[in-house]
């Protein structure tokens, strides 16, 4: 089991940063950053293979947002900058326990969650 406990988030201008981190009690084979507005579905942001340190990033974030990690810390960052009003969402991090993944910003290839933290843009 891998626990996952986020921490960042927070409210911001456009055009600002953020940086949201990831605590996990394990090191998962993929882990994953997603976001989900209200009414919206959960959307996949950015992903990470753990020990090729290969990623992945939605078209709407990429050139913005990077996703980092830290294996001896057990932490997964999320930078993000030139914040947009559209990047407000409840943000949470995964992980995939093992194996590759068809799709790697699919939230069903996921096995464990966190909580959330939510991030607020305003215009």
């Known amino acids: 089991q891998v626990q996952l406990v986020e921490s960042g988030g927070g409210s911001v201008q456009a055009g600002g940063s953020l940086r949201l981190s990831c605590a996990f009690s394990a090191t998962p084979t993929l882990m994953g950053w997603f976001r989900q507005a209200p009414g919206k579905e959960r959307e996949g942001v950015a992903a990470i293979y753990t020990h090729i340190r290969s990623t992945t990033y939605a078209d709407s974030v990429k050139g913005r947002f990077t996703i980092s990690q830290d294996n001896a810390e057990k932490m997964l960052y999320l930078q993000m900058n030139s914040l947009k009003p559209e990047d407000t969402a409840m943000y949470y991090c995964?992980?995939?326990?093992?194996?590759?993944?068809?799709?790697?910003?699919?939230?069903?290839?996921?096995?464990?969650w966190g909580q959330g933290t939510q991030v607020t843009v305003s215009s």
């Open positions: 995964a992980a995939r326990a093992f194996g590759g993944s068809a799709y790697d910003l699919g939230p069903s290839e996921y096995h464990y």
